[in-house]
């Protein structure tokens, strides 16, 4: 009776454009700020809070309204979410099957290898969290370049890349976690 | 937008409450407070002897039920009948006590299952059942002070209460008559008490070291908004282990082995008076059977370091949830009565690099922000509060491995669906195992709930689609909904707390989870590849059992020899092992699988009509 899981998660306001939720232009390039304000505005006029005491319906649509308006701003937030919302509204979906082209696999494989190899060396481990940084950001100008000339198929392929490159990045976080963790225990 | 505005019947009164007022409550571990807001500036409520701190303490005598000061006073005297700390068991079984060991402090009823309860003058009862006296009573309070009936209610709960805890917590108050409006986390609403008072901006620190927990959150304040961004806490640390630090300290000074519950509850009391004296003295004394244990302060913090280095760790992982260094917070907010102690304040002083807001009074603090955010939600206000859930909720999935579903930290309300399938053929029902926690495992998760969905038409494995559907509300409750998309078979629960459920050992769970991040991780692996490797065996079984005569001779006995090996591999804990063998299979299995192909297609072929052909 066990399940088997299919697929990614699904946002219930998936089917939405995000950026019409917040009422904002569509556009890779997001100023922070002005998403933040975009998302209290719409939070300040649709959150349960608002709604105390009204009628159950107008109660029940104001929380899915709610719903969307966060599912929105966390994804709106994050550049590497917010790159894959513009391609799913554009019929491309990204997901955990999706096959990458062999030389990214190649390049990712590598520099898993690296952090592996550097595991133990807390300096070292922090002098390719920067590189990473660095990679990240030249991938994610990568992606806005690409969304300003539509040109989608390179758009996927940066994305791919910036999700592999934001793996990396957690996996290079864990392990110095972990030598900070052991420096502690070695302490006591 | 306007459809939602259109669904607006006239006959539906379009005034929020005008007429009707809601009160503020604290709902503590060691004590509570009531509280009211008119007109935007809050007030904690007394009693008739102008007491406004009510102890947590109710006292059972046969029909006669007593809260408060009376019940302390009778638990120091070591009466019966009384339980104090009931929220520490709020949403909770009895096995989750065995294993935190908070049974010892309470006369558990050992003969239920589920949600634990207690046996106080005779009568079995459950937490809720004590939780909803005390609310009685702060009730009858605010009604005594205001001289009018009171139905409505904002309660706050620790950031880090789970979803049982949450709904026992409600439970409680519609068994005292109240209408909860919204629960809201304490360190949210000591934000709200000092953001509204002084129109701060800006990133803040709200430091809750209360009686029984301790609860971090970071929280930005910006145009009215208050927006929670991290939280992190321990569930199983507060001033009550400060008293039990004293207690221990001078069960050792005077050689004296662990007394009666009742002689212990005298001791426990006694080292909080000295504690309390140790606020503004340097020396005190704890005065216990007629004998008096001298404790100097430097004593004391030597005694409570550990616990406050606890409280720092959280803020730690707090600050780094929230993208922020300890010196970009802009404020630093003090709650909870364990702030009192100087040592705690220094400390966070000396964390933050910036001395802490103490303005308001630390043990009304979470009463007046519930008050005023009673207010806004009767009168209509223009702030606004953005919680987060604190802990990630998920399913159990093949193999043991919890698919989380929603995250920790995600804004509320919130719902997420995620599509599953079944993994055998013909499996027509679907055991569906909600959890929450950051572990990868089942065993290291809070289980929540189990349903099964049934109804499921017979199909191949993996062809069913289930939708499961996780709904947090804006209290922090969540719903599960199953749906099988090909027939619309359908089941829904609203997680109650029914199953092995507690909010202890949260905390713990969560460091766990950061230091076996990485064996959890090689263990889902494994996991994973031996699921693979089952499927690989089952779909090589189907295959000969359908197709036995394309096989050529030796060949099945060839196939049946590496999934013999296949199988071994499954048994041992070798990863790697297991891939390759896997792979080998699939290798032996190849030329036949083509045929089995080739005949497919033909076989399709032929049943292609002729003039389709054409």
């Given at each position: 009776m066990t399940m088997d899981r299919l697929g990614n998660l699904t946002y219930i306001a998936r089917m939405h454009s995000y950026y019409e939720i917040l009422g904002l232009p569509v556009a890779f390039e997001l100023n922070l700020k002005t998403l933040e304000r975009a998302y209290f505005d719409a939070q300040r006029q649709w959150h349960p809070d608002r709604f105390v005491g009204k009628g159950e319906d107008l109660r029940e649509q104001a929380a899915i309204r709610s719903m969307q308006i966060n599912d929105a701003y966390e994804t709106l937030k994050n550049p590497l979410a917010r790159a894959r919302h513009l391609l799913e509204l554009r019929g491309i979906f990204i997901d955990d099957d999706s096959n990458p082209p062999p030389a990214l696999l190649m390049e990712v494989m590598e520099l898993r290898e690296r952090i592996q190899e550097v595991a133990e060396d807390g300096r070292a481990l922090h002098a390719e969290l920067e590189s990473l940084k660095k990679a990240m950001g030249i991938s994610t100008q990568a992606i806005a370049d690409a969304f300003n000339t539509e040109d989608w198929p390179v758009m996927e392929e940066e994305v791919l890349r910036l999700g592999y490159y934001g793996r990396a990045l957690e996996e290079a976080h864990m392990l110095i976690y972990r030598l900070k963790a052991n420096h502690a225990k070695e302490h006591h | 937008m306007g459809t939602l505005m259109q669904i607006y019947e006239p006959g539906q009164t379009p005034l929020p409450h005008a007429d009707s007022v809601a009160i503020g409550i604290d709902l503590g571990t060691t004590h509570s407070v009531v509280a009211i807001a008119t007109g935007g500036a809050p007030e904690a409520i007394h009693d008739a002897h102008g007491r406004a701190i009510i102890p947590s303490i109710v006292q059972y005598e046969g029909a006669h039920i007593t809260v408060g000061h009376e019940a302390r006073r009778a638990l120091a005297e070591g009466e019966a009948g009384v339980v104090a700390s009931i929220k520490r068991l709020m949403g909770k079984s009895a096995s989750d006590l065995q294993q935190s060991g908070d049974a010892a402090a309470y006369v558990l009823d050992?003969?239920?299952?589920g949600m634990v309860r207690v046996q106080a003058a005779g009568r079995s009862l459950s937490p809720v059942e004590i939780s909803a006296e005390l609310l009685k009573h702060l009730r009858s309070m605010a009604e005594e002070a205001l001289g009018r009936a009171v139905s409505k209610a904002v309660i706050t709960v620790p950031a880090y209460f789970d979803d049982a805890a949450r709904a026992a917590t409600k439970d409680a108050a519609k068994l005292a008559g109240l209408e909860v409006l919204r629960l809201i986390n304490e360190p949210t609403a000591a934000a709200l008490a000092y953001g509204l008072d002084s129109e701060a901006q800006g990133v803040f620190a709200i430091y809750d070291f209360g009686g029984g927990t301790f609860d971090i959150s970071v929280l930005k304040l910006e145009q009215g908004v208050f927006q929670v961004l991290a939280t992190a806490g321990d569930t199983?640390?507060?001033g009550d282990d400060m008293d039990r630090a004293i207690a221990a300290h001078v069960l050792q000074v005077r050689q004296l082995a662990v007394p009666t519950p009742a002689l212990y509850a005298q001791l426990l009391a006694a080292s909080r008076a000295a504690k309390e004296a140790l606020t503004t003295r340097d020396e005190a004394d704890v005065m216990w059977e007629g004998e008096r244990t001298s404790i100097s302060r430097a004593a004391f913090e030597a005694m409570v370091q550990g616990l406050i280095a606890r409280t720092m760790d959280c803020c730690s992982d707090a600050l780094r949830e929230a993208g922020f260094e300890p010196s970009q917070v802009d404020g630093v907010v003090l709650v909870g009565g364990s702030t009192r102690v100087p040592r705690v304040k220094q400390c966070v002083a000396d964390f933050f690099g910036k001395p802490p807001h103490d303005k308001l009074d630390p043990d009304l603090v979470v009463a007046l922000g519930a008050a005023l955010q009673a207010e806004a939600l009767t009168k209509g206000s223009d702030n606004l509060l953005l919680d987060v859930t604190p802990l990630s909720l998920g399913l159990e999935t093949m193999g043991g491995i919890v698919e989380k579903i929603i995250y920790r930290n995600t804004p509320i309300p919130t719902a997420v669906a995620q599509e599953f399938t079944t993994?055998?053929?013909?499996?027509?029902a679907l055991k569906v195992h909600v959890l929450q926690g950051e572990r990868e495992k089942v065993e290291d998760c809070r289980s929540l709930a189990q349903f099964v969905l049934r109804g499921i038409p017979p199909m191949a494995a993996g062809a069913a689609r289930i939708r499961i559907t996780f709904t947090l509300d804006a209290d922090g409750l969540l719903s599960v909904a199953a749906e099988e998309l090909t027939t619309g078979a359908k089941q829904q629960v609203e997680?109650?707390?029914?199953?092995?459920?507690?909010?202890?050992?949260i905390e713990r769970m969560l460091r766990d989870s950061m230091e076996h991040a990485r064996t959890d991780i090689l263990e889902r692996l494994l996991i994973e590849a031996r699921v693979e490797a089952e499927r690989s065996l089952q779909d090589v079984a189907s295959a000969i059992a359908k197709d036995a005569a394309l096989l050529r001779p030796g060949e099945r006995e060839m196939i049946e020899a590496q999934a013999l090996r296949v199988q071994r591999a499954i048994a041992g804990v070798d990863r790697e092992k297991i891939d390759h063998e896997v792979a080998q299979l699939n290798h032996v299995v190849g030329s036949f699988a083509q045929r089995r192909m080739d005949a497919a297609i033909a076989g399709a072929l032929q049943g292609v009509s002729v003039d389709a052909m054409e």
């Amino acid at each position: 009776m066990t399940m088997d899981r299919l697929g990614n998660l699904t946002y219930i306001a998936r089917m939405h454009s995000y950026y019409e939720i917040l009422g904002l232009p569509v556009a890779f390039e997001l100023n922070l700020k002005t998403l933040e304000r975009a998302y209290f505005d719409a939070q300040r006029q649709w959150h349960p809070d608002r709604f105390v005491g009204k009628g159950e319906d107008l109660r029940e649509q104001a929380a899915i309204r709610s719903m969307q308006i966060n599912d929105a701003y966390e994804t709106l937030k994050n550049p590497l979410a917010r790159a894959r919302h513009l391609l799913e509204l554009r019929g491309i979906f990204i997901d955990d099957d999706s096959n990458p082209p062999p030389a990214l696999l190649m390049e990712v494989m590598e520099l898993r290898e690296r952090i592996q190899e550097v595991a133990e060396d807390g300096r070292a481990l922090h002098a390719e969290l920067e590189s990473l940084k660095k990679a990240m950001g030249i991938s994610t100008q990568a992606i806005a370049d690409a969304f300003n000339t539509e040109d989608w198929p390179v758009m996927e392929e940066e994305v791919l890349r910036l999700g592999y490159y934001g793996r990396a990045l957690e996996e290079a976080h864990m392990l110095i976690y972990r030598l900070k963790a052991n420096h502690a225990k070695e302490h006591h | 937008m306007g459809t939602l505005m259109q669904i607006y019947e006239p006959g539906q009164t379009p005034l929020p409450h005008a007429d009707s007022v809601a009160i503020g409550i604290d709902l503590g571990t060691t004590h509570s407070v009531v509280a009211i807001a008119t007109g935007g500036a809050p007030e904690a409520i007394h009693d008739a002897h102008g007491r406004a701190i009510i102890p947590s303490i109710v006292q059972y005598e046969g029909a006669h039920i007593t809260v408060g000061h009376e019940a302390r006073r009778a638990l120091a005297e070591g009466e019966a009948g009384v339980v104090a700390s009931i929220k520490r068991l709020m949403g909770k079984s009895a096995s989750d006590l065995q294993q935190s060991g908070d049974a010892a402090a309470y006369v558990l009823d050992a003969a239920t299952e589920g949600m634990v309860r207690v046996q106080a003058a005779g009568r079995s009862l459950s937490p809720v059942e004590i939780s909803a006296e005390l609310l009685k009573h702060l009730r009858s309070m605010a009604e005594e002070a205001l001289g009018r009936a009171v139905s409505k209610a904002v309660i706050t709960v620790p950031a880090y209460f789970d979803d049982a805890a949450r709904a026992a917590t409600k439970d409680a108050a519609k068994l005292a008559g109240l209408e909860v409006l919204r629960l809201i986390n304490e360190p949210t609403a000591a934000a709200l008490a000092y953001g509204l008072d002084s129109e701060a901006q800006g990133v803040f620190a709200i430091y809750d070291f209360g009686g029984g927990t301790f609860d971090i959150s970071v929280l930005k304040l910006e145009q009215g908004v208050f927006q929670v961004l991290a939280t992190a806490g321990d569930t199983e640390l507060g001033g009550d282990d400060m008293d039990r630090a004293i207690a221990a300290h001078v069960l050792q000074v005077r050689q004296l082995a662990v007394p009666t519950p009742a002689l212990y509850a005298q001791l426990l009391a006694a080292s909080r008076a000295a504690k309390e004296a140790l606020t503004t003295r340097d020396e005190a004394d704890v005065m216990w059977e007629g004998e008096r244990t001298s404790i100097s302060r430097a004593a004391f913090e030597a005694m409570v370091q550990g616990l406050i280095a606890r409280t720092m760790d959280c803020c730690s992982d707090a600050l780094r949830e929230a993208g922020f260094e300890p010196s970009q917070v802009d404020g630093v907010v003090l709650v909870g009565g364990s702030t009192r102690v100087p040592r705690v304040k220094q400390c966070v002083a000396d964390f933050f690099g910036k001395p802490p807001h103490d303005k308001l009074d630390p043990d009304l603090v979470v009463a007046l922000g519930a008050a005023l955010q009673a207010e806004a939600l009767t009168k209509g206000s223009d702030n606004l509060l953005l919680d987060v859930t604190p802990l990630s909720l998920g399913l159990e999935t093949m193999g043991g491995i919890v698919e989380k579903i929603i995250y920790r930290n995600t804004p509320i309300p919130t719902a997420v669906a995620q599509e599953f399938t079944t993994y055998q053929d013909g499996q027509t029902a679907l055991k569906v195992h909600v959890l929450q926690g950051e572990r990868e495992k089942v065993e290291d998760c809070r289980s929540l709930a189990q349903f099964v969905l049934r109804g499921i038409p017979p199909m191949a494995a993996g062809a069913a689609r289930i939708r499961i559907t996780f709904t947090l509300d804006a209290d922090g409750l969540l719903s599960v909904a199953a749906e099988e998309l090909t027939t619309g078979a359908k089941q829904q629960v609203e997680v109650q707390p029914s199953y092995g459920l507690a909010f202890e050992e949260i905390e713990r769970m969560l460091r766990d989870s950061m230091e076996h991040a990485r064996t959890d991780i090689l263990e889902r692996l494994l996991i994973e590849a031996r699921v693979e490797a089952e499927r690989s065996l089952q779909d090589v079984a189907s295959a000969i059992a359908k197709d036995a005569a394309l096989l050529r001779p030796g060949e099945r006995e060839m196939i049946e020899a590496q999934a013999l090996r296949v199988q071994r591999a499954i048994a041992g804990v070798d990863r790697e092992k297991i891939d390759h063998e896997v792979a080998q299979l699939n290798h032996v299995v190849g030329s036949f699988a083509q045929r089995r192909m080739d005949a497919a297609i033909a076989g399709a072929l032929q049943g292609v009509s002729v003039d389709a052909m054409e």
